[in-house]
């Protein structure tokens, strides 16, 4: 019975240090203490005594001090996205014809290689829903960098693409027309401000039929979408037709009183937000024509002037 207490008390008091150095320092009690990535070491920001030094480091085994020696150094491949087919998992070939010494390849070599490059470019995809989802990402992609749209409004296509391609919604619709409505969704999922006749400018494919394919896509989906505000038009057709920020602010300020009283219910965000843009210009002095507006907003002259009539009437001005 001693013995056996003896045993459980000298137990504890080797697990007790081990628990004391996990929270404080020995040296000086403080609690505050930061782990070093560099060194994997745990250090006391108080006195500055090495608490635990056996931790492990999860970085590389080599040092980089710039951009450059990193991206050399660096034996990983690029991180895993949704705008390709694969992933990006899959390797490929280099076409420099080159060793690994930087030394040019025999005739007989570039030969064999030019051979293992297209069948590494045959099996990337094994099927024909894959060959579809390749030319649908690359469709995608070649639309978005027209847009200028962000890295995540491709993302937010190309997994929309892919769910509306497992539920299979492609099957009878053409593999334009439903990417280009999935990055027009991505769109409005993500706030940027793109309109449905911008998107159809740089499709392959109409406009009437982009707007069905999108509602369709929509619904079976369930993507929840919502109302465009006009509001996030006005930076980018301001900063068009380069007039001052008191336009801006004048304008946003029109839109808010109107559509607090329902002007804006049943209207084309993008033509709301020019005719506002027209009033503000005429009352800030900074007079831009209808024309130049319509323009910048891809819209035509009679919606500018319809739109500017019911904002000036509803926020009790005349025309001049």
């Known amino acids: 019975m001693g013995r056996s207490t003896r ?19 020995e040296e000086c009690g403080s609690t505050a203490l930061i782990t070093s990535g560099d060194q994997g070491e745990v250090v006391c920001e108080g006195c500055g005594l090495v608490v635990d030094e056996t931790n492990i480091d999860h970085g590389p085994e080599w ?9 050399d150094k660096s034996r990983v491949g690029a991180p895993t996205t949704q705008t390709m087919h694969d992933k990006g998992l899959t390797t490929s070939i280099d076409w420099k014809n080159k060793d690994a010494y930087g030394r040019s390849l ?36 070649r639309m978005a960098s027209a847009l200028g749209v962000p890295k995540s409004v491709r993302e937010v296509a190309s997994v929309i693409y892919r769910r509306a391609l497992s539920e ?37 494919v109409e406009k009437k039929e982009i707007a069905r394919t999108y509602r369709y896509v929509a619904q079976e989906l369930a993507l929840e979408m919502k109302p ?21 602010a004048k304008a946003n300020q029109i839109i808010e009183t109107t559509t607090e009283k329902g002007l804006l219910s049943g209207k084309s965000p993008t033509g709301y937000a020019a005719a506002a843009i027209y009033a503000a210009s005429l ?33 009790g001005l005349t025309s001049p």
């Open 168 to 204: 299979d919604l492609i099957r009878g619709r053409s593999i334009e027309g439903v990417a280009t409505s999935c990055l027009y969704a991505a769109c409005r999922q993500e706030g940027i401000p793109r309109s449905l006749d911008e998107v159809a400018d740089v499709s392959r």
């Open 106 to 141: 025999s005739s007989d070599k570039r030969q064999q290689m030019r051979r293992l490059r297209k069948w590494q470019e045959r099996i990337r995809t094994k099927d024909a829903g894959e060959r579809n989802l390749q030319f649908a990402l690359s469709e995608i992609d």
């Open 228 to 248: 465009v505000d006009p509001v996030e038009y006005v930076p980018r057709f301001c900063s068009e037709l380069a007039v001052s920020e008191e336009v801006e």
């Open 63 to 71: 040092r980089a001090f710039n951009a450059t020696e990193r991206n």
């Open 7 to 25: 045993q459980r008390e000298s137990t504890e008091d080797t697990k007790q240090p081990e628990e004391t150095d996990e929270r404080t320092c």
């Open 283 to 315: 009352l800030c002095n900074e007079k831009k024509t209808q024309r130049e507006v319509g323009e910048v907003a891809n819209v035509t002259e009679v919606t500018i002037r319809n739109r500017y009539q019911e904002q000036i009437e509803a926020i």
